[in-house]
């Protein structure tokens, strides 16, 4: 089967006016690939298998995939040890954007799930089937353009929504002049209500809907985010190509970043359909946070 998807123009707009719709794939006839962006932290990634291997998450891809930035003799030793994953690399640290464009284009999956090392599994088998299958339908049928995966009762470590969701829109004094002083901050955070309070769809309707399980949200109020999320693997492929078409100054530890080169007033205007169910997968590292290279995991 042969798909295609029109590049973005500046304005945010596919060619056909749609936002990846021209990349659906029915989910009877879909393939799905995992893919894991890894550098070093074996201890971080084998733990992170572990909990894979609990969940049958491999059990539920065509294939799975470890890419590894900067690969080593290690890497590939660790990986034969770990069956039922595929290894890939690359010579030389891609760094995020990098990683992620390599590993994107490495699987061949219809649908790709998006993981890092430090995203373990928080769910049983079952309910990991159910997700993947429940997401994949809603992309199939235009409800959604990414699903996130990020689990909503256990979001780990560097979780943030909750908190800047409050200044905004919680009760009392402050949150109500932070309104006032600044509307379009405000309107922003409008996209972490779903981890935040239990009637995002009621209090937000002009921006949040539901769909079944899930909750929708324009992108003019949620930002992309890199922790994990499902997608079709041309919209993934299209918005790499954006992100590596307008680098940005701000980067991390010198290389771009996807999240960070996305989320500007191009994804707010686009309208793309982010779905927010209950997730299946957390944040833990283990053996050091390389964001800021002194062991310490950054609030991302």
Not at 19 to 41: E, F, K, N
Not at 147 to 172: E, I, L, M
């Amino acid at each position: 089967m042969n798909f295609s998807c029109n590049r973005f123009s500046d304005d945010g707009v596919l060619a056909d006016g749609g936002h990846g719709r021209s990349c659906r794939v029915p989910v009877s006839a879909a393939s799905l690939s995992v893919g894991v962006l890894s550098y070093h932290a074996h201890k971080t990634l084998a733990s992170t298998l572990a909990s894979y291997g609990y969940g049958g998450l491999a059990s539920c891809a065509s294939e799975a995939y470890i890419f590894f930035n900067e690969l080593t003799p290690e890497d590939e030793r660790f990986c034969r040890e770990h069956p039922g994953w595929r290894c890939a690399g690359s010579a030389v640290n891609l760094g995020l954007l990098g990683g992620m464009d390599a590993l994107a284009r490495t699987m061949k999956g219809d649908y790709l799930l998006m993981l890092q090392n430090d995203c373990p599994l928080v769910a049983d088998a079952a309910d990991t089937r159910r997700y993947l299958d429940e997401s994949m339908s809603l992309l199939a049928a235009g409800k959604a353009d990414i699903v996130r995966c990020r689990s909503r009762t256990f979001p780990g470590q560097g979780f943030a929504d909750a908190k800047k969701f409050a200044r905004y829109h919680g009760n009392g004094l402050l949150p109500a002049m932070r309104r006032i002083l600044r509307p379009n901050k405000a309107r922003r955070m409008i996209g972490r209500a779903p981890y935040s309070i239990p009637d995002a769809e009621l209090r937000f309707p002009d921006y949040i809907t539901r769909e079944g399980n899930f909750l929708v949200v324009d992108s003019a109020v949620i930002n992309f985010s890199d922790q994990p999320f499902l997608i079709s693997r041309p919209l993934m492929l299209s918005l790499l190509d954006w992100a590596k078409e307008h680098p940005k100054k701000r980067t991390l530890n010198g290389f771009q970043v996807m999240e960070i080169n996305l989320n500007d007033s191009w994804w707010r205007r686009s309208h793309f359909k982010v779905a927010v169910g209950e997730g299946l997968f957390t944040h833990s590292r283990l053996d050091g946070g390389f964001r800021n290279g002194k062991g310490r995991e950054v609030l991302v």
